[in-house]
């Protein structure tokens, strides 16, 4: 059986030895120091590059975080509550050290700076309408309502002579109803008299005959 010998591999020469430029070059070797040397420039400036983008945290101003006006408002808040508390305690002290007395009393009299003003301009209102009705009282009539009501009697006197049917003539047609309904009633009702006595005077023939059949 043949016997496998291990195949050895010939070193590979480092890429990095062998530059290829982009460009066709007479001399590999200036034009790969050149090429270095723009690209360290170019990485030179890619670092000294501004951003176009400010990412910059923004300026603080201290105005804006101490709010001096708003502590100065708090303060003589807290300076006039302090105030107010030390007053009423004072006064609490007073009353636990005296006997302590409230006066509930007020002599006070309202007053009105213009009350003598409205009262005279009451006054005069009420005068104006008190001669206001003295004038219309005393004013006469110019329509008068006797003559309007013997015109309205004649305007009805024309208007029965000039119409076809009564003036009431609703309320007599509903009275003849009433008066044929009321004996239409009264008829119905003799009529069932007259029906049931008929009928008695049957039913007491019929007892007869049986009677007469026994």
């Known amino acids: 059986m043949p016997t496998r010998v291990a195949r050895r591999w010939a070193p590979v020469a480092p890429t990095y030895r062998s530059y290829q430029p982009v460009l066709p070059t007479a001399n590999k070797l200036l034009q790969r120091k050149w090429d ?5 420039v170019h990485r ?9 983008v400010d990412t910059t945290p923004p300026t603080t ?7 001096l006006k708003k502590l100065q408002i708090e303060e003589e808040y807290w300076a006039r509550v302090e105030r107010d ?3 009423l305690l004072e006064k609490m002290s007073q009353i636990m050290r005296t006997k302590g007395m409230i006066d509930n009393k007020n002599d006070y009299e309202h007053k009105s700076l213009s009350l003598e003003r409205r009262r005279r301009e009451l006054l005069r ?9 003295s004038r219309i009282l005393a004013c006469n009539p110019i ?8 015109d309205w009697q004649k305007n009805e006197q024309m208007m029965e002579e000039i119409a076809h049917f009564p003036q009431n003539w609703y309320e007599l047609q509903k009275e003849e109803e009433e008066k ?14 007259k029906d049931e006595g008929e009928q008695v005077q049957e039913q007491e023939q019929e007892q007869e005959a049986e009677a007469e059949a026994d």
């Open 36 to 40: 270095e040397k723009y690209y360290d």
């Open 44 to 52: 030179q400036r890619v670092k000294e590059a501004k951003p176009m």
């Open 61 to 67: 101003y201290l105005h804006l975080h101490l709010k």
């Open 85 to 87: 508390n030390r007053i």
């Open 125 to 133: 209102v009420t005068m104006e309408n008190q001669s206001v009705l």
């Open 143 to 150: 329509y008068s309502n006797e003559k309007w009501a013997q």
């Open 180 to 193: 044929k309904r009321k004996k239409n009633k009264k008829a119905g009702e003799k009529k069932d008299e």
